[in-house]
């Protein structure tokens, strides 16, 4: 009776001792997987990890996955070291790819998901840690914004209906679309989001439009700017406009012969067949 309770003493203090090893070994620190990207880019994933103190494991080996399919691995005993596992949307870099670092190229919109890096300690335990960062690909507009239904320098008077469109190339997520007068946001009854749909060129767009009245606040300088801005996540913004004259606003200096703005060649040689020909005229005698 005594021999058997002390193999089950035994036994208790080898199991203490293996649950107190668990958890002592490499633990992943960091990993860094940009949460979102356009389309078409290189993308590099990267995961750190340290020892522990009490019970250095070598490193056997570094596996990444989407989602819950693996796609790469290193262990740094293997010749060569890098191994890669077919998965669509999954585009390995070799070149660039190291123990600490995953190269993708080209991804594309359907490489989005989650992404997990797994460490694991070499024998007797082969013990794991692993941190998981979603990432998402965003297809942009490949032209635009484009401002339709007026041109800059047109003339307007107050109290007169202005519609301009905004257009530009589809995009996925649709991008957010939002428009300014002289810089501060345009009323919001005034926008009106359109489905995507041809533009004028022929090309398919998603829009935007613009109906607003003119009024003398906005046009109190002489001109006001109509700004089309266009977001997609936080990897895309562009903006486009357009600006209207005032109908009653002199016109500009530069449009004038003698303008303070510096005059063409044609201008400048004009002026001095001119000049010249008065000076001729006054020298001559009747």
């Not at 990890?49 to 996955?65: A, E, G, Q």
């Not at 585009?91 to 490489?111: I, N, P, Y």
């Not at 914004?145 to 995009?171: D, F, K, N, Q």
């Not at 041809?198 to 009245?213: C, D, K």
């Amino acid at each position: 009776m005594e021999g058997l309770t002390r193999v089950w003493a035994l036994r208790v203090l080898l199991l203490l001792a293996l649950c107190g090893a668990l958890g002592a070994g490499l633990r992943v620190s960091g990993v860094r997987v940009p949460p979102v990207v356009v389309s078409g880019s290189a993308v590099d994933l990267t995961c750190h990890y340290h020892h522990s103190t009490d019970r250095p494991d070598p490193l056997y080996s570094i596996k990444w996955y989407r989602d819950v399919n693996q796609f790469y691995e290193y262990i740094p005993r293997r010749d060569p070291p890098i191994r890669v596992y077919p998965l669509p949307h999954i585009h390995v870099d070799r070149a660039r790819s190291s123990q600490a670092t995953v190269a993708l190229k080209g991804v594309t919109r359907e490489t989005s998901g989650s992404f997990r890096c797994e460490v694991m300690g070499d024998k007797p335990f082969f013990e794991t840690d692993d941190h998981a960062v979603n990432m998402t690909v965003v297809d942009v507009p490949s032209w635009g914004p484009e401002v339709w239904g007026a041109a800059t320098g047109a003339r307007v008077r107050p109290g007169e209906v202005v519609a301009v469109r905004c257009l530009m190339g589809p995009s996925d997520p649709p991008a957010d679309v939002s428009w300014t007068v002289n810089g501060e946001a345009a009323p919001p009854e005034a926008v009106d989001l359109r489905p995507l749909a041809r533009g004028p060129r022929g090309r398919l767009a998603q829009a935007s439009e613009l109906r607003v009245t003119a009024t003398e606040e906005w046009l109190a300088r002489g001109a006001m700017t109509l700004t089309c801005h266009a977001q997609v996540s936080s990897v895309y913004h562009a903006t486009a406009n357009v600006t209207l004259v005032h109908s009653d606003w002199p016109q500009p200096a530069e449009f004038g012969w003698f303008s303070a703005a510096p005059a063409a060649p044609q201008q400048s040689l004009l002026l001095c067949l001119l000049l010249l020909l008065l000076l001729l005229s006054a020298v001559t005698p009747l």
